[in-house]
């Protein structure tokens, strides 16, 4: 388990998750026959209204270097307090429009108990530590910074 612990991938990627992407993720880990639970998260772009304009994308920015840096810090700090087997997770920079993925964080356990507990603090470690910027696009052509990945 050290050695996955340690190994490290990139978590910040261009553009959405893919539905195909997170059926691929699901599938490789059939043949991880310690896992007894998995717990996937998955943050999709909703079509709100503000002001009287919808929501059509949210472009995400970041400081890649820093953001990779959180990011990795959430890691090991889940690993140090659940007994994970493994863990994953991918955030989308980029135009990301409205019903796409743009974040999955997918959490294995032996046990379902602690895939909830893990993924729950991992997705608000996330949303409270990582630096990355919202621009919310509107259908009237109009946006608005949201600021840090946790307003």
Request: hydrophobic share 35%.
């Amino acid at each position: 388990m050290e050695e996955k612990k340690k190994r490290k991938h990139k978590v910040l990627i261009e553009g959405p998750v893919t539905p195909a992407f997170i059926a691929d993720s699901i599938a490789k880990h059939s043949t991880k026959t310690d896992i007894g639970a998995h717990a996937i998260f998955l943050g999709q772009i909703r079509k709100d209204t503000k002001d009287g304009r919808d929501v059509k994308d949210i472009i995400y920015s970041a400081h890649v270097e820093m953001a990779e840096k959180a990011f990795e810090t959430i890691r090991e700090k889940a690993f140090s307090k659940y007994n994970m087997v493994c863990m994953h997770v991918y955030h989308s920079l980029g135009c990301i429009k409205v019903g796409e993925i743009s974040l999955f964080v997918f959490v294995s356990c032996k046990h379902r108990s602690a895939s909830f507990d893990a993924l729950k603090e991992i997705v608000e470690e996330i949303k409270a530590q990582v630096p990355i910027w919202k621009k919310e696009s509107y259908e009237d052509g109009s946006h608005t910074w949201i600021g840090s990945e946790n307003s």
